[in-house]
């Protein structure tokens, strides 16, 4: 990135120094400005301001995020703890499989066993309670806080 630097030739002597800037004593006031990037920040602004772009981007908050502050607030994953792209691949995998199977653990739970997504077999109902068990199961597990999240993700999904 190029930046254009504008510095003041002196300001030690100015009355106003302490509130115009907050150099240090012998510094003074540095001004940076990056012409591209001010461009792009105006072309980002005015398509934020339109009200059809401004309707897509507010979905995000309701579509996207909520994932990611879950899986950062209640399963501590803040970092990747492995190197190397296929690892990090796998890790993100495993937590985003975590939190796909407590939403379709939730899900189970609020529709209840007979009321699965897919319909059964010849009125067999023995894939939707295998399933289910699993899941059930899965929903104990997933809505505890962090630590045992943790707890599984050490012992069970390190390669």
């Known amino acids: 990135r190029t930046f254009k630097v504008y510095e003041c ?3 030690s002597g100015c009355p106003l120094r302490e509130q115009c800037t907050k150099a240090k004593e012998g510094n003074n006031r540095t001004i940076r400005y990056n012409e591209k990037w001010e461009q792009q ?5 005015d398509l934020l301001s339109d009200e059809k772009t401004g309707a897509i981007y507010g979905k995000r908050k309701i579509d996207v995020e909520p994932v990611f502050g879950f899986l950062k607030a209640n399963l501590c994953f ?4 492995v190197r190397g792209k296929e690892k990090v ?6 937590a985003l499989m975590a939190v796909n199977m407590r939403k379709y653990a939730v899900q189970t739970a609020l529709l209840g066993r007979e009321s699965a997504p897919w ?12 399933i289910g068990t699993f899941f ?6 997933m809505s505890q806080p962090h ?3 943790l707890h599984l993700r050490l012992t069970l999904f390190r390669i």
């Open 136 to 141: 059930n199961s899965f929903q104990l597990v």
């Open 9 to 11: 030739a002196d300001c």
């Open 41 to 45: 920040k105006k072309i980002i602004k």
């Open 119 to 130: 319909p059964s077999k010849k009125g067999s109902n023995h894939q939707n309670s295998v």
């Open 147 to 149: 630590p045992i999240y």
């Open 89 to 94: 691949r796998n890790d993100l995998g495993f």
């Open 78 to 81: 803040t970092r990747f703890s």
